[in-house]
């Protein structure tokens, strides 16, 4: 018998129950699944995650400092210049999960976003898009001088 | 409660460019305090802006990104005066939902 199997067959059913029941509704259950990828470890998780291995693709961009003084903010942003952007996603290779933020770009919005993250040590930052259907990404350099990560 | 967020949309020709700065600890649930047990993670996980009702944007964040957390975005089709609307959810339920005109 396959313990885990059974396992997530019951968390599976159970989960169901409660959307059919209207406890949770559509979207947050969409945003549960995707929750465990935030807790993955490593970069190749992370990009399974996401749904595979991204092509290196010129038309996207990361902009991130070549050198953080300080790990605990980093500007970082990503942007795309491919049509049907739909998705955006920052991962940051070192940290102990690499999977930063996530973001869903609706028609209408540019892809152009950026935000603060922490870093432990100087990292690769990766930026992975997914348009029509497929993945990019684009990678940069940012060496830290002070972490961000605690521990 | 947590502190309200402070949230500027500014329209130039047809792009409304929305910063957002939010008022969270962004614990990640990885750091030790003094007595060197783990802090729990606390952070914000969803985030959506909407504005006049249309979802502008979507955002998941992790405990990697900053503390106070700031996010800026653009959109097309925006227009004076239109309210945005920017709510965010974090790991213990709690929320909070902040407007701002676009100007």
């Known amino acids: ?24 509704t559509q979207s947050q259950a969409q945003a549960a699944v995707e929750q465990a990828s935030f807790q993955v470890k490593t970069l190749d998780d992370a990009l399974k995650a996401i749904g595979g291995t991204p092509a290196t693709s010129d038309q996207v961009s990361v902009v991130s400092p070549d050198i953080a003084e300080n790990g605990a903010v980093v500007p970082v942003g990503a942007t795309s210049k491919l049509p049907n952007t739909t998705e955006m996603y920052l991962i940051v290779e070192k940290n102990p999960t690499p999977l930063s ?32 259907g497929k993945l990019f990404s684009a990678s940069k350099e940012t060496k830290v001088t002070l972490g961000g990560c605690g521990g | 409660m947590a ?45 959506e802006a909407t504005s ?42 709690e929320s909070r939902s902040d407007e701002a005109a676009i100007a």
């Open chain 1, 101 to 132: 933020c996530a973001f869903f770009i609706p028609a209408g919005t540019e892809a152009d976003v950026q935000t603060r993250l922490k870093m432990g040590q100087s990292t690769n930052v990766i930026a992975v898009v997914k348009a029509d």
């Open chain 2, 3 to 47: 502190d309200p967020m402070r949230i500027r949309a500014a329209l130039a020709g047809e792009v409304t460019t929305v910063r957002v700065l939010m008022s969270h600890p962004m614990e990640p649930g990885t750091r030790k305090d003094a007595a060197g047990a783990l802090i729990p993670a606390h952070f914000i996980r969803d985030v």
């Open chain 2, 52 to 93: 006049n009702g249309k979802t502008v944007l979507k955002a998941m964040f992790s405990g990697s990104v900053s503390q106070n957390p700031f996010l800026s975005f653009k959109f097309k089709g925006g227009a004076k005066g239109d309210k945005i609307v920017v709510k965010w959810t974090d790991t213990k339920g």
């Open chain 1, 1 to 24: 018998m396959n313990n885990s199997r059974r396992t997530a067959i019951k968390t599976t059913g159970a989960f169901a129950t409660l959307v059919s029941l209207g406890i949770v």
